[in-house]
Structures are given as C-alpha cells and as structure tokens.
C-alpha cells in the first residue's frame, strides 16, 4: 500500500492536459464519431434536427437523450481513451487509433453491463439522496475497470469502490474540480450557439453545438478519471494494467 500524498487537483489537471494536448488527433479523432453519431441519431430520432428553438422539450426527450450519453457515448469513449493511455504508458506499442478503436468497441458491452449497474446503484440510492451520492463516486471508475483491468459486473463495481474506499472526500473533490473547469467554458460555448440557433431559429444549430463542445470536453474528463484511476490502482499495489 502506497502512503504517499494523493495528488493535487493541479497536478492531475496538468497530466490530463499534457496526454490531451499530446494525442488531440487521436482523441478527437476518436471521440467526435461516437458523439455525433449518437447525438445526431437520437436528434433526429426525435425530430429535433427540424424543430425550432421556440419548441419545448418534453420531459421523456431528455432522459432519452441523457440515457443515450450515459450508456453509449460515456463508456464507449472512455472504453477508447483508457486503452489509449495504458498503450501509452506502456510504450510497447505505436498508439495506433485504429487498435484503440477496435479495443474500445471490444469493450463496450461489459462496459454498458458495468455503467447499468452503476446506473442502477445511484438510482435506487437516490430515494434517500446521499446514498446516491456516495455511489456515484465510489463507483464512478466501473469503466477503467473494465478496459484497464478486464474486470466484469461485480467485479467491476467492487474494484472501484475498493479503491476509492478511504479516499472518498479526495475523489469527490477531484471530480468536482474537474467539472467546474470543463463546466465554465461549455456553459458559455452552449450559451454562443444557442444565440445563433435563435437568430436562424433551428434547434439543429443547438445539436451541433452540443457535438462540438462534447467532443472538445468529454475526452479531458475522461483522460483525467483514468490517470487518478490508474493512481488508486498503484496505491493499493495492484500489478500493472493489462
């Protein structure tokens, strides 16, 4: 067991940074299919490529929407960028987009059964609202779980919450921060393209939007759960990643 300080908020916000600046071809290329693909299809399916900006939503629109997110686009490229930083770091390999792509899809449905059970957890956990939140954060690292240790189910939920186990407050603090930096500028980005969508007045330009900022944003937080992932995995002296 490492007794070493855990790391600062700055210095994992700088690791995510360094691996995100580095491979932002990789990243991008990676994350904007998925995002669009799923966001596209679901807006379409919707029917909100063709509506205008004064419609309102229904309510079941958005957790359809939040539902495609959580259990296709999150896990799918989180799936991809924890390959692609164990490869990385490995250094035994040319990082290759195509073997990141082919290793994420081989992941994806051990990793959907994983975020369902996660999912599930926080839900039944939120009749009483902090049992949701301390599942959220124990087992929000179920997909490196999966893609960095091949861990199924259980197994998965179990690890993550193993490893976050003592260090509960440090990894609610570090999520948080890395909400508020990736949060600040997407709030205003979304706020710059729903003021064109009104000018043209086509919710499309909204979806759009919503396509660009993800794929700019997703991947940092992402890169950033997997190097303090990988972080907890080393203090508890687990062996290296697959």
């Known amino acids: ?45 919707l029917g909100e490529l063709t509506a205008s900006v004064h ?6 629109d958005i957790y359809i929407e939040l539902a495609a997110t959580e259990f296709v686009t999150v896990p799918l490229v989180t799936a991809m960028l924890a390959r692609a930083i164990v490869i990385a770091l490995r250094g035994d390999a040319p990082l290759r987009i195509g073997r990141v792509v082919e290793e994420g899809l081989d992941l994806f449905v051990p990793a959907f059964l994983a975020v369902l059970l996660f999912v599930s957890g ?18 929000y690292f179920v997909v490196q779980a999966v893609a960095i240790d091949g861990l199924r189910g259980f197994q998965a939920v179990n690890t993550s919450s193993s490893l976050v186990r003592g260090r509960w407050w440090h ?13 600040i500028p997407a709030l205003l980005a979304t706020g710059g393209f729903e003021e064109l969508a009104r000018g043209v007045n086509s919710d499309a330009l909204v979806i759009v939007g919503n396509v660009l900022i993800d794929t700019l944003t997703l991947p940092f937080v992402v890169i950033g759960a997997t190097l303090y992932y990988l972080d907890l995995r080393a203090r508890a002296g687990m062996a290296g990643p697959r």
């Open 55 to 60: 419609k309102k939503l229904p309510s079941s």
């Open 1 to 45: 067991m490492n007794d070493q300080p855990m790391a600062t908020l700055g210095a994992l916000l700088t690791r995510a940074w360094a691996f995100y600046r580095a491979n932002a071809r990789l990243v991008l290329l990676v994350t904007l299919p998925v995002v669009a693909f799923v966001d596209l299809v679901i807006g379409a399916g």
């Open 171 to 183: 990894s609610a603090g570090m999520g948080v921060g890395f909400w508020i930096v990736v949060a």
């Open 122 to 139: 926080v839900l039944v956990g939120s009749i009483l609202i902090l049992p949701a939140l301390y599942l959220y954060v124990s087992w």
